[in-house]
């Protein structure tokens, strides 16, 4: 079974800085989608970058972007120029590529809570 | 098109009641999958429906269960309620456009068990 792992359960940064969150993930297969979804405190999870395993380019939006490294299973989230705003619980998740019609239930990680200091 | 949206958004309940949420998807989204969130847990994956059929299941006693409608409207159930059933419940949405593989989550349903 696919599992999530995100060895940082708290992080903290300066607004205006740089912060890099990280996430491993362990599956034997090659097609599959990542995600890094943000929740707010008492507010709605909400997507923030996905990464397509086939491709070779790292995602970006806007400040975030990603360093997806197939081959160690890794996936971390590069937040530049932090804001205020950006302070929330961040999870990497794991969904399977296969055909919609069959299980690919999606695979959570721990959580990471970033705290962004002014 | 409008989010995901659940009800009620919080609710309280005592020891050995039944609690039955609602979620409705995003328009044209036929998938809703159903996660508990708490502190010491996180998010763990309670079921999946997709065209009224549940499709996968998580590792949850039976007393969890639920439905999906034929307009994809879920339901989950919760009977014989303990303590521990206290949790934010989380219900999101997939499209079967397999380009879009990500989940729409609503803002949840704060259930307390006393």
């Known amino acids: 079974a696919q599992t999530v792992t995100q060895s940082q359960p708290e992080m903290s940064v300066q607004e205006a800085e740089t912060v890099t969150l990280s996430c491993t993930y362990d599956t034997s297969e090659s097609d599959y989608y990542l995600f890094w979804y943000k929740q707010p405190p008492s507010r709605q999870m909400i997507l923030v970058i996905r990464?397509?395993?086939?491709?070779?380019q790292n995602a970006t939006e806007n400040r975030f972007s990603v360093n997806f490294q197939k081959a160690a299973k890794s996936f971390s989230l590069k937040i530049s120029d932090s804001q205020l705003g950006d302070a929330a619980m961040y999870f990497c998740a794991y969904r399977s590529q296969t055909p919609i019609y069959n299980n690919n239930d999606m695979r959570f990680g721990a959580g990471t809570r970033l705290t962004v200091k002014p | 098109k409008a989010g995901v949206t659940q009800t009620p958004r919080y609710l309280i309940k005592t020891r050995g009641q039944q609690v039955t949420l609602s979620c409705s998807p995003i328009?044209?989204?036929?998938?809703v999958s159903w996660y508990q969130q708490t502190p010491g847990q996180g998010l763990q994956f309670l079921f999946e429906?997709?065209?009224?059929?549940?499709?996968n299941k998580g590792n949850f006693p039976g007393r969890f269960s639920g439905r999906q409608f034929s307009n994809s409207r879920s339901e989950m159930n919760v009977s014989t309620l303990e303590l521990g059933d206290s949790a934010l419940y989380l219900c999101?949405?997939?499209?079967?456009?397999?380009?879009?593989?990500?989940?729409?989550f609503g803002p949840g349903t704060r259930l307390t068990v006393l």
């Open positions: 990464q397509e395993a086939y491709k070779q």
């Open positions: 328009s044209g989204h036929r998938s």
């Open positions: 999101a949405s997939s499209s079967t456009d397999p380009t879009y593989n990500e989940q729409f």
């Open positions: 429906y997709f065209s009224e059929t549940q499709r």
